[in-house]
């Protein structure tokens, strides 16, 4: 059974910088791509990046804007989410999830963890 549990959420002032980390277990992940998704209240959830867990290609979301990074340990199975430069528009729940390569949507999904930035 595949989990997925996000962590490294919190308060932080704009301009912050604040990391997430996801514990993935159940199964191996090659063959997968994880991604990382947003949710801010009142809006839909967003993808924010993604990166293919056996070769690290990453993608992002273009209000990104070069301030976050999206790396894997793969011997520590965890998938990490560094954000910089974080604006007060960035506060969300983020999300991490999971999906096999040649697939469209995410089948697995954490709980989320709540990013909060204030002005």
């Known amino acids: 059974q595949v989990q997925l549990v996000e962590s490294g959420g919190g308060l932080v002032q704009a301009g912050g910088s604040l990391r997430l980390s996801c514990a993935a277990s159940g199964r191996t992940f090659s063959g997968y791509t994880m991604g990382w998704f947003r949710q801010a209240p009142g809006k839909e959830r967003e993808l924010v990046g993604s990166i293919t867990w056996s070769g690290g290609r990453t993608g992002y979301a273009d209000f990104v804007e070069g301030r976050f990074t999206i790396s894997r340990d793969t011997e520590k199975n965890t998938v990490s989410l560094q954000m910089n430069s974080l604006k007060p528009e960035d506060t969300a729940v983020y999300y991490c999830?999971?999906?096999?390569?040649?697939?469209?949507?995410?089948?697995?999904w954490g709980q989320g963890t709540q990013v909060t930035v204030s002005a």
């Open positions: 999830a999971a999906r096999k390569v040649y697939e469209g949507s995410y089948g697995y």
